[in-house]
């Protein structure tokens, strides 16, 4: 069985500064991970995703995340936040490459706010 | 990046009454879509996985009689709510699976079901 596990329901940070969203998993194989961003009533949009190989993975609009398989990590970053960046982000797992021969399993998703 | 499609994007309905909710893959074909309900500031949760020509497996405790799923085509599935009531209201998403070159899922943009 697969789990993800983020932690901080809600993050709060000003425009420029770093934004770090944490997110742990739990897999009894080898896990696919996936960051995922929605917008109000919209679906979701992938950010970036880490299959094999580098374990810093570089996604779209200046994201990134670095998959630490000692911590059972893969945390999101972004060194400097924009306004624009205010969404839900979520954190899934997958035993399949592109997402799931059986879906996706989530995370229960991060507020992310930006202060101006 | 590939399109997926979902209609219509906002319902209200009688209580009683049965709603369908479509979702298209537009430019790729898909053996494999799957459809999420996400309550109000709340995850994903997968409720079951529809396949191309045979019936949708359906995730524990959804009701595959309440949830009918036909997914005729390879770019076509449909979720069909039937006798909705108020506590059916969610928001409604689908996904599909485009099995090249990885097996990636492409969401749709969600339909908000409210059952008066």
């Known amino acids: 069985a697969q789990s993800v596990t983020q932690l901080g329901s809600h993050v709060s940070v000003s425009e420029g500064a770093l934004v770090l969203l944490r997110c742990n998993y739990s897999?009894?194989?080898?896990?696919?991970l996936f960051w995922y961003v929605q917008y109000p009533n919209q679906g979701l949009q992938l950010l970036l995703k880490?299959?094999?190989?580098?374990?810093l993975v570089k996604g779209i609009n200046g994201f990134e995340a670095e998959f630490k398989k000692s911590e059972t990590s893969f945390h999101l970053t972004k060194p400097s936040a924009h306004m624009s960046d205010a969404a839900e982000y979520f954190c899934?797992?997958?035993?399949?490459?592109?997402?799931?021969?059986?879906?996706?399993?989530f995370g229960k998703g991060t507020h992310l706010i930006i202060q101006p | 990046g590939a399109v997926v499609s979902q209609h219509p994007s906002r319902v209200i309905c009688k209580s009683g009454t049965s709603v369908k909710i479509e979702c298209r893959s537009l430019?790729?074909?898909?053996?494999?879509m799957f459809w999420y309900r996400q309550f109000p500031k709340q995850s994903l949760m997968l409720m079951a996985t529809?396949?191309?020509?045979?019936?949708?497996?359906?995730e524990q405790g959804v009701e595959k009689d309440k949830f009918l799923i036909n997914h005729a085509s390879l770019t076509l599935s449909t979720l069909t709510v039937t006798s909705a009531h108020p506590e059916d209201s969610s928001f409604y998403i689908c996904?599909?699976?485009?099995?090249?070159?990885?097996?990636?899922?492409?969401f749709g943009e969600g339909s908000r079901l409210t059952v008066l």
């Open positions: 996904s599909a699976r485009k099995v090249l070159p990885d097996g990636e899922l492409f």
């Open positions: 899934a797992v997958s035993d399949f490459p592109g997402g799931g021969a059986d879906g996706l399993t």
């Open positions: 430019d790729f074909q898909a053996t494999t």
């Open positions: 880490y299959t094999t190989g580098a374990t």
């Open positions: 897999s009894s194989v080898p896990p696919y």
């Open positions: 529809s396949n191309e020509g045979s019936k949708a497996t359906y």
